[in-house]
């Protein structure tokens, strides 16, 4: 269940073009309404049009200048939580890079099994990263590879404690852990609903008095050319406020470089100068020899 109220529910089951053309069509019915109350307002009243238009003006530009706020500020809040997603990612691939270093100070077999481990954890996560929270096939497999992760670090512990490295490793997975958990909360982080709401009343009540105000084709050229700008500006917030849906998502270049990295980095590799392992091969040679 993603946050956001009903109306964030509602706006992420529509597709991005379907969220363009409703928002036109409502600012569109609304100015409609605007221009049926003019003529209206006109064949009844005997007051002098320009006061009329003076006061339609100033009522009309305090309008845009609110709405533009609250565009503003709605779009603030859609890309702070981008950004903090998107900063996410890179926060768990250091983790996780640091954790498969520290995992090469351990004895075997503890060091194989828990390099495999963060290493299928990781091509987990970016597959986790692009499929629906809610019916993602890789979310129980995440969970099944975090449980094992543990047991393997619990299972080192001697070797851990014998090598002096006890609280680093323990520090360096439990941030892998606590990342886990910080990530599927941003994924589920939506502008509230009452933010969406807001801006829906205040795109409608800004398109009738638009609407109110137009007065001669051109007027109604600019005011349509405003609209469709309008109702592009929220369907790229939509989009960006669809974490796990929309085209806009966070880059999991950071979890694909780290990938690639521990795969061409196999614990044999970080054996190349240590000398204990050269001296016990060495002993063990002579040994044969005599």
């Known amino acids: 269940m993603q946050g956001g109220g009903w109306l964030t529910e509602w706006l992420s089951n529509l597709s991005i073009l379907a969220i363009f053309f ?16 003019r003529r209206l307002k006109a064949s009844r009243s005997e007051d002098d049009p320009d006061q009329s238009i003076a006061q339609e003006a100033v009522l009309l530009s305090g309008a845009l ?6 565009l503003a500020f709605s779009f603030g809040m859609v890309l702070n939580r ?14 996780i890079g640091t954790a498969y270093l520290r995992a090469q100070l351990l004895d075997e077999p503890h ?21 629906d929270l809610d019916h993602n096939p890789y979310l129980p497999t995440n969970d099944r590879l975090l449980t094992e992760i543990w047991a393997a670090v619990r299972a080192a512990r001697e070797s851990a404690l014998s090598h002096g490295i006890t609280t680093a490793l323990l520090v360096t997975f439990n941030e892998v852990i606590d990342l886990d958990t910080e990530r599927k909360v941003a994924w589920q982080l939506r502008v509230p609903g009452e933010v969406l709401f807001l801006l829906l009343v205040y795109l409608m ?34 989009d960006v406020n669809r974490p796990m849906t929309g085209r806009s998502r966070e880059s999991q270049l950071a979890m694909i470089m780290l990938l690639q990295s521990l795969k061409s980095q196999p614990a044999e590799v970080f054996d190349k ?17 005599r």
Request: hydrophobic residues 50%.
């Open 22 to 37: 409703v928002s036109l069509a409502a600012m569109m019915l609304a100015a409609a309404f605007g221009q049926f109350v």
């Open 111 to 131: 060091r194989s099994r828990l390099s495999g481990l963060l290493i299928a954890y990781t091509d987990n996560r970016i597959k986790l990263a692009g499929t």
């Open 82 to 95: 981008y950004e903090s997603r998107r900063q996410l990612v890179t926060q768990e691939a250091n983790a």
């Open 65 to 70: 200048g609110l709405l533009g706020l609250l």
């Open 205 to 238: 009540l800004t398109a009738a008095i638009l609407g109110h105000s137009a007065d001669g084709p051109r007027a109604k050229r600019a005011a349509l050319v405003l609209f469709i700008l309008l109702a592009l500006s929220i369907s790229v917030m939509s």
């Open 273 to 289: 100068f240590d000398v204990s392992r050269e001296g016990g091969d060495a002993a063990g040679r002579e040994g044969s020899g």
